[in-house]
Nanobody, 120 residues
Framework: QVQLVESGGGLVQPGGSLRLSCTASGNIFSIYAMAWYRHTPGKQRELVAAIGSGGSTNYADSVKGRFTISRDNAKYTVYLQMNSLKPEDTAVYYC??????????????WGQGTQVTVSS
């Protein structure tokens, strides 16, 4: 059984920073791309940042220059360093992984989400 678990969310003032982590566990054969999405009630889910197995990255325009995605393949972990946070960054952040388990087909897995609230 494969599971993704996010951590690091919380309440932060505008201009502050948070670092989100997401760790995959279970019977993993290989993890390909990993990504962070976010969702706020009343808005569509959006892709925040993604990172390929080779380290290539892409970011939403709204976070470019402020957020950095990285990964530690040995730990099956992806990070999202969020700096210069704005109230509009408030959302539930979800980890996503394109993953091949040791048994079964390759598919995308999702974490449970972690709340990020940016407020003064």
């Amino acid at each position: 059984q494969v599971q993704l678990v996010e951590s690091g969310g919380g309440l932060v003032q505008p201009g502050g920073s948070l670092r989100l982590s997401c760790t995959a566990s279970g019977n993993i054969f290989s993890i390909y791309a990993m990504a962070w999405y976010r969702h706020t009630p009343g808005k569509q889910r959006e892709l925040v940042a993604a990172i390929g197995s080779g380290g290539s990255t892409n970011y939403a325009d709204s976070v470019k220059g402020r957020f950095t995605i990285s990964r530690d393949n040995a730990k099956y972990t992806v990070y999202l360093q969020m700096n210069s946070l704005k109230p509009e960054d408030t959302a539930v952040y979800y980890c996503n992984a394109d993953l091949k388990p040791r048994v079964g087909r390759r598919k995308e897995y999702w974490g449970q989400g972690t709340q990020v609230t940016v407020s003064s």
